[in-house]
C-alpha cells in the first residue's frame, strides 16, 4: 500500500501544474471553479503559490488517508459503518459510466424476470457532474453529466420507454448541477444539442460486457459525432463522442430537492415508475438514509422500482422491498481482484 508521503511525491508535478493553472484560469470552466473554491479558503493563486501548493498538498492527504477508506477495508466493521461509509464527509458531484452499466444490466435483468414493464417518469436523485474523470483524470472535455443520457439510452434501447412520452426528473442540492442541466435545455429549446464525451483507457483491464457497453452507449440518444482528441499525456484513451439530442435533453428537468428533507407531493398519475439513486446513501447515516428511503418511497407508485448500488436498511415504515439484485464487474485488477458494484432492486409494496 503506497503512503501518503510517497503519493505525494509521485502527484507533485500534478501539484505543481494545477497550482500554475489555478493562477491563471483563462475562460476554463473547471480552472475557474477550482480557483473559486480555493480563494474562498482566503488563498490568491496568483501571489500565494507556495501557500496553495501546501493547501493542495494537505488536501491529497486528507482524501487519500480518510478515515472513510479504513472503514471499506476493515472486515470487522459493523455493518452501519460500511453502509454509511462517507456520512462525515460532503456530497461529491462526480460521475462515470461504470454505474451507468450496472443500471444497465439490472434493468436488462428486471425486464427478464418480469419486474419491469414500460416506463413513462423516471426520477434520478443526484445525476452527477463529471468535473474530472475520478479514476484517471481526463479533463480535456467540457464538464458533463452522464447518468440521465446513459439512462434513457438504456430503456429506449431495452424498450422500456417510449421517447414521446418519457418524462425524467433530476434532483440534486448542488447550484452548479442543476445549472448545468438548466443550461442544457436552455441551448436544447435553441435547437442545440448537448455533447457527450466518453472516454475510454485501454489500457485499464475493463471487462468485455463493459467494453461492450461503452461501444454502444449513447447510440439511442443521438447520433456519434467527431470526438476531442486526447492529448499525448492522457495516454492509450479511446474516445467516443454523441450530440445528445435536443428532445431527449428538454425530457430531463432539474429540482432542487434535498431528499433527506423533503419530497415532491404528487398525484397518483404523476407517481414515478423508477428512482435511481446510486453512490449516494453511502453519505448519509441510518436514520437520514430512513428518511431518504421514505421519501421516494412516497414518490414511486405501488409496484414501483427504486434502483441503487448502495444496499440501504429496511424498516418496516418504508414500504420498500428488496425484490432482487444484479451483480456486475467493471474490471478485473492483478493482485486486487474482480471491480464492480451490486445493484439492488426495490419495490415499492
Not at 501546501?54 to 453502509?83: C, F, H, Q
Not at 461504470?98 to 418480469?114: C, E, P, S, T, Y
Not at 428537468?253 to 407531493?265: K, S
Not at 481482484?337 to 432492486?345: A, L, N, Q
Amino acid at each position: 500500500m503506497t503512503r501518503p508521503a510517497e503519493a505525494i511525491a509521485g502527484l507533485k508535478p500534478r501539484i505543481d501544474d494545477f497550482a500554475a493553472a489555478l493562477a491563471s484560469p483563462g475562460q476554463d470552466e473547471r480552472l475557474r471553479f477550482a480557483r473559486g473554491v480555493v480563494e474562498r479558503r482566503g488563498i490568491d493563486p496568483a501571489a500565494s503559490a507556495g501557500r496553495l501548493r501546501r493547501y493542495l498538498e494537505e488536501r491529497t492527504t486528507s482524501v487519500g488517508g480518510s478515515i472513510e477508506y479504513a472503514r471499506l477495508l476493515n472486515p470487522s466493521a459493523a455493518l452501519a459503518d460500511k453502509l454509511t461509509v462517507f456520512r462525515d464527509r460532503g456530497l461529491s458531484t462526480d460521475t462515470a459510466i461504470f454505474v451507468n452499466f450496472g443500471i444497465d444490466r439490472a434493468l436488462q435483468a428486471m425486464k427478464q424476470a418480469g419486474a419491469a414493464s414500460t416506463m413513462q417518469r423516471i426520477a434520478i436523485v443526484g445525476p452527477g457532474l463529471d468535473f474530472a474523470d475520478k479514476l484517471e483524470g481526463h479533463d480535456f472535455y467540457p464538464v458533463q453529466t452522464i447518468q440521465p443520457f446513459a439512462l434513457i439510452d438504456s430503456l429506449l434501447r431495452l424498450e422500456l420507454a417510449d421517447e414521446r412520452v418519457l418524462h425524467v426528473t433530476a434532483f440534486d442540492v448542488s447550484p452548479r448541477v442543476l445549472a448545468h442541466l438548466d443550461a442544457a435545455r436552455t441551448r436544447a429549446a435553441a435547437g442545440t444539442p448537448y455533447s457527450l464525451v466518453l472516454p475510454r483507457n485501454t489500457d485499464r483491464p475493463w471487462t468485455p460486457g463493459l467494453v461492450e457497453y461503452w461501444r454502444q452507449a449513447g447510440a439511442r440518444v443521438g447520433p456519434a459525432v467527431n470526438a476531442p482528441a486526447p492529448p499525448a499525456a492522457a495516454g492509450s484513451v479511446d474516445v467516443r463522442a454523441i450530440a445528445v439530442r435536443p428532445s431527449i435533453v428538454s425530457a430531463i428537468v432539474p429540482i432542487d430537492l434535498d431528499i433527506v428533507a423533503g419530497r415532491l407531493d404528487l398525484a397518483p398519475g404523476e407517481l414515478f415508475d423508477l428512482v435511481v439513486v446510486t453512490n449516494l446513501f453511502l453519505y448519509y447515516d441510518v436514520f437520514e438514509q430512513s428518511l431518504a428511503a421514505a421519501n421516494i418511497a412516497r414518490m414511486l407508485r405501488p409496484g414501483g422500482m427504486l434502483l441503487t448500488n448502495n444496499r440501504i436498511f429496511e424498516v418496516p415504515s418504508v414500504p420498500l422491498t428488496g425484490a432482487g439484485y444484479t451483480d456486475v464487474v467493471y474490471m478485473a485488477l492483478p493482485g486486487v481482484g474482480d471491480t464492480g458494484d451490486r445493484v439492488i432492486w426495490y419495490e415499492r409494496r
